[in-house]
């Protein structure tokens, strides 16, 4: 008698089955993992980046470590991945921690994609060339006014201010500018640590608030700011803001106005005390209102 064929059995084909589904799980799982983690690790390293950016000043990895809420050795290790990608730059004598290259560039970039940049960047090219001075554009940053342009003009006085530098409120012509058309409430933490530290270095003069904002109100009066002692503005501002502050070039600022009227840029040109001044010509100082005007309008002011 002839008996039907035995099939093998079932059992292994199914186990190999599980066990290929298993091992997929968790991969999928382990990858998931790795990416939760990799997250994480990209807000703590964001956060690291922010604390350094948030004092303003270079700090000691211990300072960071505080800011962030980490340990110094974890923090330390994010520090040496910001450092590596120049997002960060360490001091090689001091050891502390700034702002890198990398983030000026980034910021610049996004910047640029705003069309009211290149309106006033537009604006800034125009007047240099026709005037050959020298000269920036600065917006009201995170951490106050902070140049987004420079141009040369054909004068050369071979001096330079860098993208992202962030300018004085209280001696520097686009600070006061761009002050003084704000709310005061809203620069008021900043107008006082410059007071504070003028007032703990400069015991025989001190100043303080309402003279800041009697200065404010001239500014705004005037429709511009200077650093120059001889201009009839420095007339108003000399006790407040000494000789000994001021640039040996002279620089002049203006607002330009948005649809809502507010402040957001400046133009800021410089002379020397030598040569050509916008400070002392009067038909200068109308080409730069002139200048500021046209990219108000531009930007939808009245």
Not at 48 to 64: G, I, N, S
Not at 119 to 127: K, N, Q, Y
Not at 167 to 188: H, Q
Not at 251 to 266: E, K, L, N, S, Y
Request: charged share 25%; net charge positive.
């Amino acid at each position: 008698m002839t008996g039907r064929p035995r099939l093998g059995s079932t059992g292994a084909p199914k186990r190999k089955l599980q066990q290929a589904k298993s091992k997929a799980n968790r991969q999928e799982a382990d990858s998931s993992s790795d990416s939760i983690n990799g997250i994480r690790a990209m807000l703590v390293g964001l956060s690291v980046l922010q604390a350094v950016a948030r004092e303003r000043r270079p700090l000691p990895l211990r300072d960071v470590a505080a800011a962030s809420g980490l340990t110094p050795s974890r923090v330390h290790r994010y520090l040496s991945s910001l450092v590596a990608a120049n997002f960060i730059e360490q001091d090689s004598s001091s050891g502390e921690y700034s702002l890198g290259q990398s983030v000026v560039e980034l910021g610049l970039l996004a910047l640029g994609q705003l069309d009211s940049i290149q309106i006033g960047t537009d604006a800034l090219v125009e007047f240099s060339e026709r005037t050959g001075f020298d000269g920036h554009l600065s917006v009201w940053g995170t951490f106050g006014p902070t140049v987004v342009r420079w141009q040369s003009g054909r004068l050369g006085y071979h001096f330079r201010i860098e993208e992202g530098r962030v300018l004085p409120l209280l001696w520097s012509a686009t600070g006061r500018i761009l002050m003084a058309y704000r709310d005061f409430k809203d620069v008021a933490s900043l107008v006082k640590q410059e007071i504070t530290a003028w007032n703990r270095e400069h015991s025989e003069r001190q100043i303080d608030r309402e003279e800041v904002v009697e200065m404010c109100t001239a500014v705004r009066r005037h429709g511009l700011s200077s650093s120059v002692p001889s201009h009839k503005l420095d007339k108003l501002f000399g006790p407040v803001f000494p000789r000994m502050y001021r640039l040996a070039l002279e620089t002049t600022a203006v607002p330009i106005f948005d649809h809502m009227g507010r402040v957001p840029m400046a133009l800021t040109f410089f002379g020397a005390d030598d040569g050509p001044s916008i400070n002392e010509d009067a038909e200068l100082q109308k080409e730069l209102r002139l200048a500021a005007q046209k990219a108000s309008r531009r930007l939808g002011a009245g």
